[in-house]
């Protein structure tokens, strides 16, 4: 079973950037695939971007294309999301997913197994 913890979360002001991270501990990490997702409060958690497990195979949604990037260590059992020109609009809780899934769709939640706590992003206009 892998357990996820993300950091990096914090309140910056628009056009900064910030560097998120979620460490996984278990020998698996290496076989999923990693998202991250945001939630606002009162509204569904929503796809921001997805890794597959080899690195090769990358998705974003539109709204983030050209800022954000997302990477993954697997030596270190990390995963990365490298936030650029941050907008008021980028502000929610963060959070990282597991999927040991071979078919599903990366945007969908539920195809992922393993949910970290998430980290809370606010920008200030």
């Known amino acids: 079973q892998v357990l996820l913890e993300e950091s990096g979360g914090g309140l910056v002001q628009a056009g900064d950037s910030l560097r998120l991270s979620c460490a996984a501990s278990?020998?698996?990490?290496?076989?999923?695939?990693m998202g991250w997702f945001r939630q606002v409060p009162g509204q569904e958690r929503r796809f921001v971007a997805a890794?597959?497990?080899?690195?090769?195979?990358?998705y974003y949604e539109d709204s983030v294309k050209g800022r954000f990037t997302i990477s993954r260590d697997n030596a270190k059992n990390t995963v990365f999301l490298q936030m650029n020109s941050l907008k008021p609009e980028d502000t929610a809780e963060y959070y990282c997913?597991?999927?040991?899934?071979?078919?599903?769709?990366?945007?969908?939640?539920?195809?992922?197994?393993?949910w970290g706590q998430g980290t809370q992003v606010t920008v200030s206009a």
């Open positions: 278990g020998s698996t990490f290496s076989s999923a695939s």
């Open positions: 890794i597959n497990w080899t690195g090769g195979t990358i």
């Open positions: 997913a597991a999927s040991f899934r071979r078919a599903g769709n990366y945007y969908n939640p539920a195809r992922y197994d393993v």
